[in-house]
């Protein structure tokens, strides 16, 4: 990990009517390291990565990414024309429905060559190529390339997304509950498949999710939001086993165990 | 009708302004063709007139003919190539009563043509307009419903979408699957609709001497080609773009080159190929 954070946010104020989505958030990632914002339903997780991906303008604050030149890019004020070539370039973003992430009716192979053919590609061979690495990665069978996603399972849709948004080797990577919604056993599959994946390609990832479990096993460092406030973060396993906040503790020893 | 329509001095149609349009209007669109050869293949909205015709039939392209048409002007009208089928034949007709202008139906000779779904075989020349009839002016519609936002991915040059269109085609059929209406890059920025002409005839815009003018007249878009600008087909490196053409010669002048026309003759399968430009056809056969 190099020394200066890739993505940097701090006074971040957002409201919905008299509701605080964000209060005073400050969060800070560096090149490939995994963080988590841990919280329950309505706790502003989403509306922290929607604010951090620059989907939603915050009511104050500020949000900086140091791009692969080293520029900083002030994430609200660049415009939407420079927000677009980070998404399809630097960035990635991993959906809970992949249906939200994939074109249905384009199929797994063009889904994956998109992202390449926005950026420029323009030989069919290699898309194609590149195409069928990625879907070899994420465990698909090359053979079904051609099919469309519609007629693919839950498992595979997600790894679809993954493959195609990995493809373009992206810097930064925003998932949001990528493994809600899917069975356990599929589950667990996937967040290995993520864990390589990132491990592989150093990337930096901002991963929202309600799951301790997802949290622990992926992530280096968690942030837990309560009502709009971080109220604690710190290094995975010393949130997790060591929760000071009461809020945290009420959270770590709500898990069901199995 | 019961009486014959009264004639004006010069041969017009009385109670009609020059070539139909009152000349605010046509002022009006001369303002987006001029922004419009501005910025080539960008569209820009403008406030289309009913016309005495119906939607579909012409009425982006007799609008722009209509504001760009002066009294020494020749004008030839072609449809699908032909210059006498019914579109192209009223056209004519309805600009020599309400402009009194020449018309012809040679190439060579006219200085404004309006065309629907053809470009002339005979090369175009400084100084020429060609007016293209446009039914849908967005390249991206099939594949992004939301106008709004197919205007923000011409903003952003964000056309990674019509890529993902022809990789589709060629993983299914081994070949893109577009025969006409074959979507362009203009100067390297704005994808444009060359408007429904064969992909055959895409070739003919690239950096052609004449102004080139599309009016869609329901839609409410004009676009341009300003003489010698770049118009690229979109292909990939190792699938590059071919325009297509039956692999027959034309029965009446035998040419191998043009863009020919079936013809069914009966019904046990005879069928044989014409031109589809009738005034480059009877040319070479005068010329024999």
Redesign the interface.
Known sequence: MSDAPILEASGLHLRFGSVAALDEVALRVWPGEVVAILGESGSGKTSLLRVLSGTVAPDAGEVFYRDAAGVLVPVHVAG??AL?RLA?TEWGFVHQNPRDGL?LG??A??NV???L???GA???????AAAAEWLRRVEIDPAR??DLPRDFSGGMQQRLQIARTLVTRPRLVFMDEPTGGLDVSVQARLLDLIRALVADLGLAVLLVTHDIAVARLLAHRLVVMRRGRVVEHGLTDRVLDDPQHEYTQLLVSSVLAA | MSAAPEVASGGTLAGYNFAYLDEDTKRMIRRALLKAVAVPGHQVPFGSREMPLPYGWGTGGIQVTASVIGPDDTLKVIDQGADDTTNAVSIRRFFARVAGVATTERTADATVIQTRHRIPETPLREGQILVYQVPMPEPLFRLEPRVAETR?LH??G?Y??M??KL??D???RGEVEISYNYPVMVNGRYLMSPSPIPAFDNPKMDRMPALQLFGAGREKRIYAVPPYTSVRSL?????PFRPGRADASCALCGSRETYLDEVVTDDRGGRRFLCSDTDYCAERRADR
């Open positions: 939407e024309a677009r399809r074109r384009v199929s192979g063009g060559g998109e992202r053919m926005a950026v323009r030989h069919y061979g290699g898309i194609r390339m051609d | 923000r903003a952003l964000d990674g979408l890529h993902v990789y589709e060629i993983a299914r292909d990939f490196e190792d699938h």
